[in-house]
């Protein structure tokens, strides 16, 4: 047994890898985050070095690893795998202790997970047929308009005059932006309609329950977006302080839970 334990949680995601190292207490002591390019198993080699780093740690001290997201199974460090599904859930229980709906906007898909008051996932659905409302929507979208994605959460926050979009495709949606260009429409307008369109396609996705819960990277570098989800369901939304991360330390607590119960490596699962 390592003298100083910690556990790793190691979310693959099609557009970024997350890492999150947690000590014996749950505690988020070391985090990273990377693009996954095209060798997951090297970004989430490389992660999880710079995560550890930050926790002062070495390989010597992880008790257990555990991995999620698209390219779990890519991840070759990890002990096991857990799905995105029990993996948010976990993660957003551990700062939300309640029963609690939970949108996670992710790079290729979104997801509504509604868990009881002890953490029990109730049901979930998840969108993984098309690009609309995701990250990847946004990042397409931003490649159209030439305006860095990192700059689009300011410029929506500024619109006056929001402009309603009424396709969902993402081609279709690069046409009537290009059109609405054409017909002197404000750039910020035109932004703040993006991000309405995301929101609204992940609420027809599912009913909400009383205590809403925001995660992804998507939300973390967007947070106009928080806003107007607030809006539009009328109450408060919450979101913890590493919304990215959600997935990462999900798999981490898990990690946690099987060294606990098993006194080391348990059987695999995929739940």
């Known amino acids: 047994?390592?003298?100083?334990?910690?556990?790793?949680?190691?979310?693959?995601?099609?557009?970024?890898?997350?890492?999150?190292?947690?000590?014996?207490?749950?505690?988020?002591?070391?985090?990273?985050?990377?693009?996954?390019?095209?060798?997951?198993?090297?970004?989430?080699?490389?992660?999880?070095?710079?995560?550890?780093?930050?926790?002062?740690?070495?390989?010597?001290?992880?008790a257990r690893t555990i991995s999620t997201g698209y390219g779990r199974k890519n991840a070759s460090v990890s002990n096991d795998v857990r799905t995105e599904i029990a993996c948010h859930?976990?993660?957003?229980?551990?700062?939300?202790?309640?029963?609690?709906?939970?949108?996670?906007?992710?790079?290729?898909?979104?997801?509504?997970?509604?868990?009881?008051?002890?953490?029990?996932?109730?049901?979930?659905?998840?969108?993984?047929?098309?690009?609309?409302?995701?990250?990847?929507?946004?990042?397409?979208?931003?490649?159209?308009?030439?305006i860095p994605l990192e700059d689009m959460n300011d410029l929506a926050s500024r619109s006056t005059d929001m402009l309603k979009l009424g396709s969902y495709c993402t081609v279709f949606t690069a046409t009537e932006v290009l059109q609405s260009i054409r017909h002197g429409s404000k750039v910020e307008d035109i932004i703040k309609g993006l991000f309405y369109s995301v929101i609204k396609r992940v609420l027809e996705m599912d009913s909400l329950t009383e205590n809403v819960v925001m995660t992804g990277g998507v939300v973390a570098h967007n947070p106009y977006l928080i806003a107007m989800a607030e809006e539009m369901i009328?109450?408060?939304?919450?979101?913890?302080?590493?919304?990215?991360?959600?997935g990462a330390i999900g798999a981490a607590l898990f990690a946690i839970r099987d060294y606990r119960e098993n006194g080391g490596p348990a059987v695999s699962s995929a739940e």
């Open 234 to 246: 009328g109450r408060k939304v919450s979101v913890s302080e590493h919304p990215q991360l959600t």
């Open 89 to 146: 859930g976990a993660g957003c229980y551990r700062f939300f202790p309640f029963a609690i709906s939970i949108i996670d906007i992710g790079g290729q898909d979104n997801k509504i997970i509604k868990l009881d008051d002890r953490g029990r996932r109730l049901s979930f659905k998840m969108n993984r047929k098309c690009a609309a409302g995701t990250g990847a929507f946004l990042e397409e979208m931003s490649l159209r308009l030439r």
């Open 1 to 62: 047994m390592s003298l100083r334990p910690v556990f790793a949680g190691i979310d693959v995601g099609s557009s970024r890898t997350k890492v999150a190292v947690l000590d014996e207490g749950g505690g988020l002591v070391g985090r990273c985050v990377r693009p996954s390019g095209i060798d997951f198993a090297e970004a989430a080699e490389s992660c999880l070095e710079s995560a550890l780093n930050m926790a002062s740690a070495t390989r010597a001290d992880i």
